[in-house]
Antibody, heavy 121, light 109 residues
Framework: QVQLVQSGAEVKKPGASVKVSCKAS????????ISWVRQAPGQGLEWMGW????????DYVQNLQGRVTMTADTFSSTAYMELGSLTSDDTAVYYC??????????????WGQGTLVTVSS | SYVLTQPPSVSVAPGQTARITCGGD??????VHWYQQRPGQAPVLVVY???DRPSGIPERFSGSSSGNTATLTISRVEAGDEADYYC????????????FGTGTKVTVL
């Protein structure tokens, strides 16, 4: 069955960077996109961007441009999300999600368990 | 950017029907997908492409879309349906296509 397993919780100081991993199994890694979605405490879901592991193409939300980098290692079927210049506003649970993209639209059919990133001095 | 508006909360008695709406200017041109998120857990896809269900999702969950509003309907509500629900569209014309609704907390009385 499809599984996405994420790395463990992180505590970072303001200004630092964090890199979260997402290891996929149970399907052909290069056949589906991987999106990253975050959820601040008590808040809703925010789509951050996605990567196509087949060709490495990425698409990021405008307000994270320049701070976020998404990569994929096809040999280990692992996706990564790195976020830099952290502030307290980046404290959130970060999810990876398998992304199905069709001519009619796209959705997220499997999710990782989430990684809590806490930014605190 | 695209804005999807949901009611903050919906309350329903066990065995009754809950309806959660999702409004957006061009929602009639996009397919809508729905997620259930129980407290402390990752979201789970419950409806995709307006009204299809992934395997393992009960038939009690159904979706529809008309005009500028999409609706998730939960029939014969159970205590285990208490959760947050989010709609989502993929706006291919946007520079950031993934868009979530504001979320609705469903409380089972």
């Amino acid at each position: 069955q499809v599984q996405l397993v994420q790395s463990g919780a992180e505590v970072k100081k303001p200004g630092a960077s964090v890199k979260v991993s997402c290891k996929a199994s149970g399907y052909t890694f290069t056949s589906y996109g991987i999106s990253w979605v975050r959820q601040a405490p008590g808040q809703g879901l925010e789509w951050m961007g996605w990567i196509n592991p087949y060709n490495g193409n990425t698409d990021y939300v405008q307000n994270l441009q320049g701070r976020v980098t998404m990569t994929a290692d096809t040999f280990s079927s692992t996706a990564y999300m790195e976020l830099g210049s952290l502030t307290s506003d980046d404290t959130a649970v970060y999810y990876c999600a398998r992304t199905i993209s069709t001519i009619l639209g796209g959705w997220f059919d499997s999710w990782g368990q989430g990684t809590l990133v806490t930014v605190s001095s | 950017s695209y804005v999807l508006t949901q009611p903050p909360s919906v309350s329903v008695a066990p065995g009754q029907t809950a309806r959660i709406t999702c409004g957006g200017d061009t929602i009639g041109r996009e397919t809508v997908h729905w997620y259930q998120q129980r407290p402390g857990q990752a979201p789970v896809l419950v409806v995709y492409d307006d009204g299809d269900r992934p395997s393992g999702i009960p038939e009690r969950f159904s979706g529809s879309s008309s005009g500028n509003t999409a609706t998730l309907t939960i029939s014969r509500v159970e205590a285990g349906d208490e959760a947050d629900y989010y709609c989502q569209v993929w706006d291919s014309s946007s520079d950031h296509p993934g868009v979530f609704g504001t979320g609705t907390k469903v409380t089972v009385l």
